[in-house]
Structure formats: C-alpha cells, structure tokens
T-cell receptor, first 110, second 113 residues
Framework: DAKTTQPTSMDCAEGRAANLPCNHSTISGNEYVYWYRQIHSQGPQYIIHGLKNNETNEMASLIITEDRKSSTLILPHATLRDTAVYYCIVMNTGFQKLVFGTGTRLLVSP | AAGVIQSPRHLIKEKRETATLKCYPIPRHDTVYWYQQGPGQDPQFLISFYEKMQSDKGSIPDRFSAQQFSDYHSELNMSSLELGDSALYFC????????????FGSGTRLTVV
C-alpha cells in the first residue's frame, strides 16, 4: 500500500473550514484514498473516500489533485465535536485491511 | 441502524490470566478485523476473517488466537496476559469487495494488573 504523509497537528476555529492535507505520492492507479477519524478513545469512524474525482457527503468533502499525489479533507464548518485524530489511508478496495499511520490531530477551539 | 457490537466494554484481568473478547458485526457483513490500540498509539491491525476463514494476519502475538463463527461473530482469545496487553481492542466489520468504509465498534478496554 502507498504511504501517506500528514501534518502531526492542526488548529481550527469553531465555525471555520478545516482543511486537512495528505500526501500520497506513491499511490497506484487502483488505490483509493480513505479518510477516517478517531475521537478520543472511540472506535475509528469512516468519513469519506474517493478514487480520482472530488467527493462530498454529509460529513466532509474530499479534494484529490489531478495527479492523485495528494488530497485534502475539508470540514466546511468545524465544530468542537470535530476535535479528533484524522487518518488518511490509501488502499485497494475489497479484502484489504486498514493500516493506520500517525494521522493529524485536529483541535477545534471556540 | 445496527452497529458493530463489542463485549465486554471493560475488562480487568491479572497477569497470566485469560481473556475473551467478542465482536458482533453488522448484519450481512462477511469480514471482521481486530485492532489493538495501546495508550497514545495508533490502532494496530491484529487479524481478520472473511467468511469464517482467516484472511490476513498482522502483529498478533502467538498467545492470542481468534476465530469467526457460523453466525459471523468473532472472538479474540488472549492467554498468559501480560501488562503490555493493556489496551483498547477494536473490532470492525465490512462487506468484502464493496469498497465502502469499515464500521468499527466502540472497543473493549482491557486492563491487565
């Protein structure tokens, strides 16, 4: 699986957009970009995933660059409850396990 | 909607004892994954099962074993417990090949004293 690189931590003011970057320069053509988050001591939670097109759901938007070497997860209006560790994971679909890297610790402040 | 159910939520055991953790996947999900998360660590993959057969294996100690039963629930058996086994243990389930996100349970917090 391709490796990912994320900032260790980020801060965001409540109500503002949180933009979390991820580099995955060795991604292969059939690998998807998945985002999960883990709120303190809870089970990781699926957020969104994409292959090459930008994706949006009720939680977030995912912007993938045209060369697919990086992506950005956007939380449009961050709330205090969005404080969590966010993991960017690259993998094929199907039978593969999720491999968690270090992730980005996002702190949303009032 | 039904989620992944793990039991127990909390477990305290003494060194050298045995523990059994249970995981009930989302109905119709055919794949179960087990993860271990130590204090301040990221979740580490232990083992997975697809259709009741072991499908992948990670850094699972030989003292641990797991299986998936005919009703698709899974159990993680841990013997000769050590202090270092104290961690959160998460189970996740998915429908293989569908490409959707995996759903995690709330975890079992194991404390070995």
């Amino acid at each position: 699986d391709a490796k990912t690189t994320q900032p260790t931590s980020m801060d965001c003011a409540e109500g503002r957009a949180a933009n979390l970057p991820c580099n995955h320069s060795t991604i292969s053509g059939n690998e998807y970009v998945y985002w999960y988050r883990q709120i303190h001591s809870q089970g990781p939670q699926y957020i969104i995933h994409g292959l090459k097109n930008n994706e949006t759901n009720e939680m977030a938007s995912l912007i993938i660059t045209e060369d697919r070497k990086s992506s950005t997860l956007i939380l449009p209006h961050a709330t205090l409850r969005d404080t969590a560790v966010y993991y960017c994971i690259v993998m094929n679909t199907g039978f593969q396990k999720l491999v968690f890297g270090t992730g980005t610790r996002l702190l949303v402040s009032p | 909607a039904a989620g992944v159910i793990q039991s127990p939520r909390h477990l305290i055991k003494e060194k050298r004892e045995t523990a059994t953790l249970k995981c009930y996947p989302i109905p119709r999900h055919d794949t179960v994954y087990w993860y271990q998360q130590g204090p301040g660590q990221d979740p580490q993959f232990l083992i997975s099962f697809y259709e009741k057969m072991q499908s992948d294996k990670g850094s699972i100690p030989d003292r641990f074993s797991a299986q998936q039963f005919s009703d698709y629930h899974s159990e993680l058996n841990m013997s000769s417990l050590e202090l270092g086994d104290s961690a959160l243990y998460f189970c996740a389930s998915s429908l293989a090949g569908q490409g959707f996100g995996y759903t995690f349970g709330s975890g079992t917090r194991l404390t070995v004293v």
